[in-house]
């Protein structure tokens, strides 16, 4: 009984900033990594980085460096995605998901367990 839930997206206007939390349950404490999705309309889903909580490591994609962070509290199972500075083409849905490796790949495929998504609308 996986289960994944994000929380935290919106509108908000270019500049802004949200963080997106992903709550876990059901997964094995200090086992697991929670990685970070989004997928734009007509797109393919794209890694935007992950935190492995067996690892104690965050990792973050090229293009979400110096904008974005991950961050997590162990203790409630729950991933943080810190979003500054947001553009339009930020927009899409964000999702979370779970390995059962900890390793934080960016293989989506890899990701045994997903979350339903949040919406994040950046308007110009």
């Known amino acids: 009984q996986v289960q994944l839930v994000e929380s935290g997206g919106g509108l908000v206007q270019a500049g802004g900033s949200l963080r997106l939390s992903c709550a876990a349950s059901?997964?094995?404490?200090?086992?697991?990594?929670l990685g970070w999705f989004r997928q734009a309309p007509g797109m393919e889903r794209e890694f935007i980085g992950a935190?492995?909580?067996?690892?104690?490591?965050?990792y973050l994609t090229d293009f979400a460096k110096g904008r974005f962070a991950i961050s997590g509290d162990n203790a409630k199972n729950t991933a943080y995605l810190q979003m500054n500075d947001l553009k339009p083409e930020d927009t899409a849905v964000y999702y979370c998901?779970?390995?059962?490796?900890?390793?934080?790949?960016?293989?989506?495929?890899?990701?045994?367990?997903w979350g339903q998504g949040t919406q994040v609308t950046v308007s110009s």
């Open positions: 998901a779970a390995d059962n490796y900890g390793l934080g790949y960016r293989d989506e495929d890899l990701y045994l367990y």
């Open positions: 059901g997964l094995t404490f200090n086992t697991y990594a």
């Open positions: 935190i492995s909580f067996r690892l104690t490591k965050t």
